[in-house]
């Protein structure tokens, strides 16, 4: 038997059925708040804002964001760890682009929400 934890009683109990049945596990919830806490960070998002234009190696976006190639690097891991972006080696550079479209889709819509507030 479930441990009842609300103090409250339903009023449209067919919504709250509803709902309760489409809820995803805790586990999905905390996987999409770390998804965001990655992208949360102002340097991360432009740096994924970059590579929303195409694939581009640790110097070019060092000099687009203005900032050191080591700084990029560490903040390129952070977003390669989380799944963000991807690399790919061409001698000895290494070029980064945004993992899936997914990735694409959620940071635009995003900037098209701040955009129209």
Request: net charge negative; glycine share 2%.
């Given at each position: 038997m479930a441990v009842k934890q609300t103090d409250c009683e339903?009023?449209?109990?067919?919504?709250?059925?509803?709902t309760k049945n489409k809820m995803h596990s805790k586990n999905v919830?905390?996987?999409t708040a770390d998804f965001f806490k990655v992208m949360g960070d102002c340097t991360r998002l432009r740096l994924l804002w970059a590579l929303d234009g195409g694939e581009m190696c640790v110097c070019d976006?060092?000099?687009v964001l203005n900032m050191t190639k080591s700084a990029v690097s560490h903040q390129?891991?952070?977003?390669?760890?989380?799944?963000?972006?991807?690399?790919?080696?061409?001698?000895k550079n290494v070029?980064?682009?945004?993992?899936?479209?997914?990735i694409k889709?959620?940071?635009?819509?995003?900037?098209?929400?701040i955009n129209e507030c």
């Open positions: 339903a009023l449209n109990i067919e919504l709250v059925e509803k919830f905390d996987n976006l060092a000099v390129l891991k952070t977003l390669k760890d989380a799944k963000l972006v991807k690399s790919r080696r061409a001698g070029y980064y682009s945004l993992d899936d479209d997914h889709t959620v940071l635009e819509m995003a900037l098209v929400h």
